[in-house]
């Protein structure tokens, strides 16, 4: 079989994302695809507008055969660590033989980004000294890093100037580094900005114009910009009072956790570094919104998302040590969110090639390890629960994985 697998936040699932699921089924010559999906919190540290099987029932609707889970522990990370863990479990399954991503470059940029990925395992001198001497001038570690590339691989600071650039790097630095028998494949993208929140005429909405669209207008805006499956899905959620829209619930769970924190206890909130508590409990308390919190916050070499992460890691109290671990042996087990019929076919012969425990439900006897990353995603769910209009108490022990 040739199966493919994407990482994804479909946050929410739009017809840019519908195309690349399709144009990998065909470039792949894909008999099966397999969506890897973050959390109920994203890798730029916010809560995903619906919840992660809202998210990936619109995944199997717009052509995924089976949908995966990646723990809050690793999506709510920075790109190094989301794109290890995806890889990681996309190697562990036994079955995917292609990691499809999709980039702002054309196929003549590939050679950049595979040079990159070798720079980036090797750790040759110049580049370390390289590194050293940009973040010594305050500029934050991804712009240090490009600036080093650059610096000896022509061309790769324009290269890296987007987040799906930057991600599409760190899953082939992973392949690389751990020689997994896996292609990669690149699908260019079009339409709108990553960042941009206003949806252009005839080209695909990023997903943050459309969650945009969804705040001003709720689920009909999004109409047009996402397949009709996904449509119905989001007004049955936002109708239903089950999504997380707007940040002031948000907003007021991070000020109390900020406020009612030491110093000493924020010190040791995973990634948190020099210093950085202080100006983070300062502005707890002059702040009025959670966007004048971060913009208080951030600075060159701590970027938005960066502060974002470190909010729910306050949340999750998500410690130093805990981090370490969790970024030292990767993902726990292999965990299913959805499927179709070829999808549970899939599922059921993955569960005699995995080398991680399988499972659609947490259930039976587990590792230490796995309950600790487990209990860490139940926790996420129900806080995300808290965010929403009707939350669903205990959903994440109560609900089932969507088979469609």
Not at 95 to 123: H, M, P
Not at 308 to 328: A, K
Not at 330 to 359: C, D, H, Q, W
Request: charged fraction near 25%; proline fraction near 3%; include cysteine.
């Amino acid at each position: 079989m040739r199966i493919a697998g994407i990482t994804a936040e479909y946050n929410p699932l739009h017809v840019g994302h519908q195309y690349h699921i399709r144009k990998t089924r065909q470039c792949a010559r894909a008999d099966a695809i397999i969506a890897l999906i973050s959390s109920n919190f994203t890798q730029r540290g916010e809560p995903s507008i619906v919840d992660k099987r809202a998210r990936a029932s619109m995944a199997v609707a717009c052509g995924a055969d089976l949908v995966l889970e990646l723990s809050c522990v690793f999506s709510c990370r920075n790109a190094g660590i989301f794109a290890d863990a995806a890889a990681d479990i996309f190697a562990a399954t036994g079955l995917v033989n292609v990691v499809s991503f999709g980039t702002e470059a054309g196929d003549e940029k590939i050679k950049i980004f595979e040079e990159a990925a070798r720079i980036l395992n090797d750790e040759p001198a110049g580049f370390r000294e390289a590194l050293k001497k940009f973040l010594d001038e305050g500029h934050s570690f991804v712009q240090s890093r490009s600036m080093a590339l650059d610096e000896l691989v022509p061309g790769a600071l324009a290269l890296l100037s987007t987040p799906n650039n930057n991600l599409a790097l760190a899953y082939i630095k992973r392949i690389r580094e751990k020689n997994y028998e896996m292609e990669t494949l690149h699908i260019r993208r079009s339409g709108t900005g990553f960042h941009d929140r206003e949806a252009k005429p005839d080209e695909y909405a990023s997903a943050a114009s459309v969650r945009a669209a969804i705040e001003r207008g709720g689920a009909r805006a999004a109409r047009g910009f996402v397949p009709d499956a996904c449509a119905d899905i989001l007004d049955a959620e936002i109708g239903g009072g089950h999504a997380v829209i707007g940040k002031d619930r948000l907003w007021r769970s991070i000020k109390q956790a900020a406020l009612r924190s030491s110093p000493d206890d924020m010190a040791d909130i995973a990634e948190m570094r020099e210093g950085l508590e202080n100006r983070m409990r300062r502005a707890a308390y002059e702040a009025a919104s959670l966007d004048e919190f971060v913009g208080l916050c951030t600075s060159r070499r701590y970027p938005a998302g960066r502060i974002q992460r470190y909010c729910v890691h306050l949340l999750l109290n998500l410690r130093q040590e805990q981090s370490r671990i969790f970024q030292e042996r990767g993902p726990a087990y292999i965990r299913a969110l959805a499927a179709n019929s070829a999808g549970r076919e899939v599922l059921k012969l993955m569960k005699k090639t995995a080398s991680l425990p399988v499972f659609s439900k947490p259930g039976g006897k587990m590792t230490r390890y796995a309950s600790e990353v487990l209990n860490f995603e139940r926790a996420a769910s129900e806080i995300w629960e808290t965010l929403s209009d009707c939350p669903r108490p205990n959903a994440e022990s109560r609900t089932h994985a969507v088979m469609i």
